[in-house]
């Protein structure tokens, strides 16, 4: 079974903190993938990446970065957190096929408070 | 273009009922359609997913039904069980690896 796994499961951090948010797959998938969830508005994608120190802007990329030096592991930093960045984070990541039938295997979530 | 509609936002089925799920898309390039579901404190996970060359599939109580020329697509599930209950994500992808997600549908089975 694929495993994605993110660092933390909650996490309270101050505004104006540099926020590290880290996933890590163990199914050797090229893609991954962050995502944001907020009641009503579903999972908006942020940033995704298709190899390492790839990234590609996603829909809602403004205040956040990515890295990805390894392959197995996907990284979402915070530059400077403020209160509207508060949510839950999810990691995913997919294969690549020479198909659109990919699909995306979640973590379980951070879920980031910013006071 | 890129977005998914879902509908209702919150759903509440008695147990044994039939429990609904709508969305619409606009981009005809979406050629795979996946539902997800996700229990509380858990990430999404893949139930079922169809292909627009099929107009309906079914895995055990879980049915898609795919109207292309409506862009439409609904998701039925069958003797709903209290288990069942969750939040489920109606999705859209094509070529370039992304899905896109509708907003998410709350499902609450009464006992």
């Known amino acids: 079974d694929v495993k994605v796994t993110q660092s933390s499961r909650y996490l309270v951090k101050r505004t104006g903190e540099k926020v590290f948010l880290e996933c890590v797959q163990d199914?050797?998938?090229?893609?991954m993938f962050w995502y944001r969830q907020d009641p009503g508005l579903g999972l908006r994608l942020i940033y995704f990446?298709?190899?390492?120190?790839?990234?590609e802007k996603g829909d809602i990329p403004e205040g956040y970065s990515v890295s990805r030096e390894k392959k197995e592991r996907f990284s979402l930093i915070l530059e400077s957190a403020s209160t509207n960045q508060t949510s839950m984070y999810l990691c995913?990541?997919?294969?690549?096929?020479?198909?659109?039938?990919?699909?995306?295997?979640f973590g379980p979530g951070t879920r980031l408070t910013v006071l | 273009q890129q977005q998914v509609k879902q509908s209702p936002q919150s759903l509440i089925v008695q147990k044994g009922g039939i429990s609904i799920i709508n969305c619409a898309y606009e981009?005809?390039?979406?050629?795979?359609f996946p539902w997800y579901q996700q229990f509380p404190g858990k990430g999404p996970a893949l139930l079922i997913a169809i292909r627009p060359d099929v107009s309906e599939k079914k895995e055990g109580r879980f049915t898609i039904s795919f109207n292309k020329s409506a862009k439409q697509f609904s998701l039925h599930i069958m003797d709903s069980q209290p288990g069942d209950s969750a939040t489920y994500f109606c999705?859209?992808?094509?070529?370039?690896?992304?899905?896109?997600f509708g907003k998410g549908t709350r499902l609450h089975i009464l006992p």
């Open positions: 990446s298709y190899d390492v120190k790839m990234k």
């Open positions: 995913a990541s997919s294969l690549v096929l020479d198909t659109p039938y990919n699909e995306q295997f």
């Open positions: 199914m050797d998938h090229e893609n």
């Open positions: 999705a859209a992808s094509g070529r370039d690896d992304k899905i896109i």
């Open positions: 981009n005809t390039a979406f050629d795979y």
